[in-house]
């Protein structure tokens, strides 16, 4: 299987801006850049759409879990907090933070956040990420 999305960029870094675009068409000339990703512009950002697919990858993959277990999801909500730092001149992605919200019936919270822990590592994009990875669960059954 195999996604794309396609970036443009015209212009310098401060002054320029970015379209983003997905396969899916979920995403079309969406803009992004410099004032959308260190200053609140209009638009979107490369930390933001990480978050947003970690997010994404870390729900299905913990429903596919339960759903193996045979348990009852009403809902999965999970949060994704991206930490972009600088280091001298460079940057880099040094932390994502999930924050789980689940409504399943029928398992104790331990089992659960120990489940959600170990779905935390195996997600396909936990996996690519060079980033510390925390977690925090809260389980409404």
Request: glycine share 6%; hydrophobic share 40%; net charge negative.
């Amino acid at each position: 299987m195999i996604r794309t999305a396609t970036a443009v960029w015209t212009g310098t870094l401060k002054e320029g801006k970015g379209y983003i675009s997905t396969q899916s068409e979920v995403l079309s000339n969406t803009q992004y850049g410099f004032n959308t990703r260190f200053e609140d512009g209009p638009g979107t950002n490369p930390e933001e759409l990480i978050g947003a697919a970690h997010a994404a990858c870390f729900s299905m993959a913990l429903a596919a879990q339960l759903t193996e277990m045979k348990l009852v999801i009403t809902q999965i909500q999970t949060n994704a907090q991206v930490t972009l730092e600088q280091s001298g001149k460079d940057f880099t992605i040094t932390k994502v933070h999930l924050d789980l919200q689940a409504k399943v019936a029928d398992i104790a919270a331990d089992e659960f956040e120990k489940i959600a822990n170990k779905v935390k590592e195996a997600c396909p994009v936990s996996k690519v990420l060079n980033a510390q990875i925390s977690l925090t669960v809260n389980l409404e059954n």
